[in-house]
């Protein structure tokens, strides 16, 4: 992306409905609803694709009832912010900066690509892509290394959304000679003299984000939101585990659903477990048993029912079943 002269980037009105045109300082601007309209709230939906992108929210993942009621909250507040507009009210452009905290496999990637989404819909950033980065991405190991690291992950981030994982380790409190301060100084800048072509969401564990915050007064001032995202239950974990199995088209019987069940429940409580991430690994783990049990056999013949279906014994096998706690692969 070009910047404009000056080093600067417009974003267009809300209600732009996403151009990657940038607006222009000479457009005109729209002229006002008159004061008796009547503005069709489903009609604004449709037009800013807000329903699609929260349908797909729902799809995507099981549980996280608090998460998806703040991401409709701040997608109503801007939906209304769109509609004072046509109507020529004021309508500052809200704080969209936001961290993310909670555990490993919990969604907050997937909520992050959906709000750019949203916000690309809604008229808030040019082109609504999400830009995925770590400590790697921006710091530098030596010296003058790092603000070129940081600002060429800002221009590919311009018109979308920053997301930065753990963050807390951009900033090493302990190290003087550590260059992350540079980076998180950068990036304090553009949160807030380029707030209008670019959200920030910070993410990591709670615990270490509020330390990072409390060593970082000016970040955590530009955070207009902090969403939590919670564990997931047993039967959510089930529950994901059913749909990743779908996605490849293999079955779950209630029998191998029980065992499954019991497998999450000693794993939840061992090292390095990651939620949705470790469903994962546990399903692709039964495929590779699944398979090896289907072609070790001389001579063996297959259905196409044997062929979907992970039985109970795949999941048995596991050393999360066969080890003691404390010497169970953490994702055997």
Not at 92 to 117: C, D, I, N, Q, Y
Not at 136 to 145: A, M, R
Request: proline fraction near 5%; charge should be negative; hydrophobic fraction near 40%.
């Amino acid at each position: 992306m070009t910047a404009p002269a000056g080093g600067g980037f417009t974003m267009p009105r809300p209600g732009a409905g996403g151009s990657e045109q940038a607006v222009s300082a000479e457009d005109d601007p729209p002229v006002p609803l008159a004061d008796d309209a009547v503005l069709d709230v489903d009609e604004v939906r449709r037009e800013s694709d807000v329903d699609a992108v929260l349908e797909r929210l729902d799809a995507e993942l099981v549980g996280l009832v608090p998460v998806k009621t703040r991401i409709r909250e701040i997608a109503a507040l801007l939906l209304v912010d769109r509609m004072r507009t046509r109507f020529g009210l004021s309508s500052s452009r809200p704080a969209l900066h936001m961290s993310f905290t909670g555990s490993p496999g919990t969604g907050k990637t997937t909520v992050a690509l959906r709000m750019a989404e949203l916000l690309r819909g809604l008229g808030y950033l040019r082109r609504g892509h999400l830009v995925s980065v770590t400590r790697d991405d921006l710091v530098g190991q030596y010296i003058g290394h790092t603000a070129p690291k940081t600002k060429e992950v800002l221009k590919r981030a311009m018109g979308g959304v920053l997301f930065i994982d753990e963050a807390y380790y951009l900033y090493k409190e302990d190290n003087e000679r550590d260059y992350g301060a540079e980076s998180v100084e950068i990036l304090l800048q553009i949160m807030e003299n380029q707030r209008d072509d670019l959200v920030v969401i910070l993410a990591g564990y709670k615990d270490r984000m509020d330390d990072f915050f409390r060593s970082n007064p000016g970040m955590s001032s530009r955070i207009a939101h902090h969403i939590d995202f919670p564990d997931y239950t047993v039967e959510e974990l089930a529950a994901i585990a059913g749909l990743i199995a779908a996605e490849h088209e293999y079955v779950l019987p209630e029998d191998t659903v029980r065992v499954l069940r019991d497998y999450l429940d000693k794993r939840m409580r061992q090292p390095r477990f990651a939620n949705a991430r470790s469903v994962r690994n546990a399903i692709e783990r039964a495929r590779l048993r699944q398979a090896n049990r289907l072609v070790s056999e001389p001579g063996a013949s297959v259905t196409k029912q044997q062929l979907q279906t992970l039985e109970p014994a795949d999941f048995l096998a596991s050393r999360v079943f066969t080890d003691p706690p404390e010497e169970a692969d953490a994702e055997g």
